[in-house]
């Protein structure tokens, strides 16, 4: 019988993390200082990162080391399977083979352990001993407050209101963690209470929650904020998925023609192809796909501009496709991918034609997802629905061409504590969400007078 899954022993787990910075044939445009215009210096992010993880976000260095310490945690779910999906392609019945990187099975449930656990450490072994951060669909914060429980850290976690309210078991996930979860806009910063005032209802954003989270961290002394998705040493902890990814394919001597991840900030989908994005460079030929919604099209309709990763305007400017720092995402249960900025990193491989991007409505995603778990078993969680619709279409694409391809893409997480989500759409409760034409100009309105990239 040929394998369902590939596997690496504990052993052939990656000891370096891969850092893309060091083969972009076109460097990255720096983050700016809002005031001076200026590239950011390692001293301006001080006051909210450790000095280590700050000389991680500049690097240029092609492999950095990773730490015994935080091995010992990943071993714990890692190295995780390479799976080949057969049901699913049967049920597709088109000329693939589709693989998927299984992250859904690490203690959080999902691909954000993966920089959580190095990021407490590096915290801790900095000195510091509480971290602040903002979670969307509670992946990311469900996944920091384990690694803060692991590395004796305290957590404070501020989560977007419409996930607070859609997703309690997630929250119950970080406070069985020992995590603090507050909802987001809340009354307990200046961030918070501005928003509220304005729209008392607000739903809340990921840009709300990362001004709280800020605010938070640099109001008590020896804290930091800790970011899950869109920084460079976020990507560069998640690259260990395709590293893992490129030595199971080698065990079975095959190799993707495609690589696909769901598209929210860009941890997910850089994690899964960032090293296929070097082979690109290099000459291989492989297309790399980002999925995202339609009602949070960041990639596939935003301008590639300087813009805030925030709503108060605490960060640097970061180049990158934008929505605008005050767009408030339509309240879609993909809570992970509802950012209004992506990676500089991702933004810079799509503005260089080294990546695609294609949007997807909600109802698509989840009729893929449903297919899926009709198939494989595994419910997958709403965030993994858009690059499952994507596998999709690419195996429909593959059909028409009578091409045979082989498909991988990167399940983020699994989906048992968003079953209220598949209620919704098996009820008929769920819409379609497309962002209208003018949020696009009122996107561009919000940036107008911060520098051209």
């Known amino acids: 019988m040929e394998p369902i899954k590939v596997l690496l022993e504990d052993q052939e787990i990656p000891r370096q993390w891969y850092n893309i910075q060091a083969d972009l044939p076109t460097p990255m445009r720096p983050p700016l200082h809002p005031a001076t215009g200026k590239p950011v210096s390692p001293e301006d992010l001080a006051p909210i990162f450790p000095m280590n993880l700050i000389e991680q976000e500049a690097t240029t260095q092609r492999w950095i080391d990773i730490p015994e310490e935080v091995l010992e945690k990943y071993l714990l779910w890692r190295p995780s399977p390479l799976c080949r999906a057969r049901n699913f392609e049967k049920l597709l019945d088109a000329p693939v083979k589709i693989f998927y990187k299984n992250e859904g099975v690490s203690p959080a449930g999902s691909h954000k352990p993966n920089t959580a656990v190095p990021q407490a450490y590096y915290n801790k072994a900095f000195g510091i001993n509480r971290l602040s951060t903002e979670t969307g669909a ?21 989560m977007v209101r419409v996930s607070y309210e859609q997703k309690p078991y997630r929250r119950m996930m970080m406070n069985v963690w020992g995590a603090e979860c507050i909802p987001s806009p809340s009354d307990i910063t200046e961030a918070g209470r ?19 989270a800020i605010e938070d961290a640099v109001s008590h002394p020896g804290s930091r904020y800790s970011l899950g998705s869109v ?41 899964i192809s960032l090293p296929y994005v070097r082979d690109r460079i290099h000459g291989k030929d492989v297309r790399i796909v980002g999925a995202e919604p339609t009602a949070c099209p960041t990639l596939t309709r935003g301008p590639f501009a300087y813009d805030f990763g925030d709503l108060a305007k605490k960060t640097p400017l970061l180049p990158m496709y934008t929505l605008g720092h005050d767009y408030v995402p339509a309240p879609i249960h993909a809570g992970g991918l509802r950012y209004h900025g992506m990676a500089p990193i991702v933004s810079h491989l799509l503005k260089e034609n080294l990546i695609e991007a294609k949007a997807y409505h909600q109802l698509d995603t989840f009729q893929a997802g449903v297919m899926w778990a009709r198939s494989e078993g595994f ?20 059909k028409e061409e009578g091409k045979e391809k082989v498909i991988l893409f990167n399940w983020s997480g699994h989906g048992m504590v968003d079953l209220a989500s598949y209620e919704a759409y098996l009820t008929g409760k769920l819409i379609p969400h497309e962002l209208p034409d003018e949020e696009i100009d009122r996107a561009l309105r919000a940036i107008e007078g911060f520098p051209k990239p």
């Open 138 to 158: 509670g992946q990311w914060g469900s996944a920091l407050s384990m690694a803060c429980q692991m590395f004796g850290l305290e957590c404070r976690v501020f």
């Open 194 to 212: 501005n928003v509220l005032a304005a729209h008392p209802d607000s739903p809340g954003s990921l840009g709300i929650a990362i001004s709280e």
């Open 231 to 271: 920084l460079n040493h976020v990507l560069l902890h998640q690259t260990i998925v395709g590293l893992e990814s490129q030595k199971q394919f080698a065990k079975i001597g095959l190799y993707p023609d495609v690589v696909m991840g769901c598209a929210g900030g860009g941890s997910n989908f850089a994690g």
């Open 379 to 398: 419910i997958p969680a709403p965030e993994t629905n858009h690059v499952i619709a994507a596998v999709v279409d690419e195996a429909r694409r593959a």
